[in-house]
């Protein structure tokens, strides 16, 4: 029977662990439950022979840390992963019935990094104090932000808090995977391209310069081809320290201009014109826009909150500037579906789905259907657009080391000629 390695919250909040032969990992949950416990991981062990702690507990073989701490930072600041961490395990622990100050003190206990364990200190003494918690959570309004507060305080206002901290964590987790999904297809091509460049760089370093001495007396006898190429490879080997410098310093200063308020407006606006990019990103955009603002009204935020909310979780400043003008409109009186028709960002469809939403009172269920298929749409652009520049980035490597190949073979065919 195999044996499985626990630990829970006691009701007080003390943490307490040990292991347990069963049939099956849901059958120690439930012993867990019976005897007042919280179950916080269940790990079956990798074998009979497990190492004992001082305590005499037996010890997994492998790491005891749930599955949602696994490849944890041990330092640093906190950030976006961290929150998604933090309100996994506090949905786990509320959706068990702990008390919101038993549960904080529990993640305090289980923080492996001294920054998500200080700010979960100072909202543990808040909520102490007597404040709520959307309102302790309003002093790291930087690390958790407007929309994860007023789900909050929407949570705290309905009595329904546990299920808020259920919807964050799949909003959230949803938003990771769309992100995820956008970072890993650029993996392949940024590695073709930094394939084409040490290439490149390898044949004008190592392989043009080995026939300098052979076509050093040819002169204007090199076919042109040859003598450009000759006059790279002289170039990189003489400046290439320079070249290297100065291609980082541009970088830099392109990347330091690109993040300036002038140098987002004047890139982001060029790259929504793009044939192919323009859509995936303006779909990209959108899809966070919905997802955010279907996920608030869902759970109760007021319109206007909500729109304003949204608003500031689209990247593009020139879409963010068209849909800022919304809440404004729909707060004058306008429905909702024809201030979004008048920002022309949404395709039609998308303006038929939010009419029907607004029409049967379900805008919110809408909003979500609206960005599960903008989310749908971006995943298969993405594998498109791949399944086009990754051969057209390798044709275009093959034939720029073919140029190269070929001028030196012009070249040393003039010199068989000449020694005719």
């Known amino acids: ?10 009701s007080q909040g003390q943490m307490s662990q040990g292991h347990l032969e069963a049939l099956e990992q849901a059958q120690v949950l439930r012993h867990l439950r019976a005897q007042g416990l919280t179950p916080i991981s269940v790990v079956e062990l990798l074998s009979a022979a497990s190492p004992v702690s001082s305590t005499g507990v037996s010890e997994p073989a492998k790491s005891t840390q749930p599955f949602w701490k696994l490849g944890r930072s041990q330092g640093g600041t906190a950030g976006a992963g961290d929150v998604l961490l933090l309100t996994s395990e506090l949905s786990i622990m509320l959706k068990a019935g702990l008390a919101l100050d038993t549960a904080l003190r529990v993640l305090i206990g289980m923080s492996h990094k001294p920054a998500v ?12 104090g007597g404040v709520s918690l959307s309102k302790a959570l309003t002093r790291h309004r930087d690390l958790f932000g407007d929309f ?8 705290e206002a309905s009595g329904q808090l546990g299920a808020v901290f259920e919807r964050l964590v799949e909003h959230m987790e949803r938003l990771r995977a769309l992100r995820e999904s956008v970072v890993s297809a650029a993996i392949y091509p940024a590695i ?51 070249i290297a410098i100065l291609s980082f310093l541009v970088g830099w200063a ?20 793009t044939p192919v990019l323009g859509r995936l990103l303006h779909k990209y955009d959108l899809t966070l826009f919905s997802r955010s603002l279907g996920t608030l009204l869902g759970n109760g935020v007021p319109l206007i909150s909500a729109l304003h909310i949204a608003t500031e979780t689209v990247g593009n400043v020139s879409l963010r500037a068209s849909l800022a003008n919304v809440a404004p409109r729909v707060k004058d009186g306008a429905k909702v579906v024809d201030a979004l028709g008048a920002t022309q960002v949404f395709e039609p469809l998308a303006i038929n ?26 995943e298969t652009g993405i594998k498109r657009a791949l399944t ?10 093959g034939l720029l080391i073919a140029a190269i190949i070929v001028s030196i073979l012009l070249g040393i065919l003039s010199v068989n000629d000449l020694a005719a």
Not at 117 to 123: G, Y
Not at 148 to 155: E, L, T
Not at 388 to 397: N, T
């Open 148 to 155: 994860y507060i007023n789900m909050v305080r929407s949570g």
């Open 192 to 242: 073709l391209l930094g394939v084409a460049v040490l290439s490149l760089g390898a044949m004008l370093g190592f392989v043009v310069p080995q026939f300098e001495t052979l076509f050093k007396d040819m002169g204007d006898a090199l076919p042109a081809p040859t003598r450009f190429v000759m006059h790279l490879g002289q170039a990189f080997t003489q400046y290439g320290w320079a």
């Open 254 to 273: 392109l990347r330091r201009w690109w993040r300036s308020p002038q140098g987002k407006v004047w890139w982001q606006k060029r790259a929504l014109g």
């Open 1 to 10: 029977m195999p044996d499985f390695f626990w630990k829970a919250a006691t």
């Open 117 to 128: 364990s200080e700010i979960t200190h100072q909202i543990l003494d808040d909520v102490k």
């Open 353 to 378: 789905l939010i009419r029907v939403g607004e029409e049967t009172g379900r805008i919110g269920p809408m909003l979500l259907e609206l960005a599960h298929i903008y989310n749908r749409d971006v």
């Open 388 to 397: 086009m520049l990754e051969p057209l980035l390798i044709l275009v490597l």
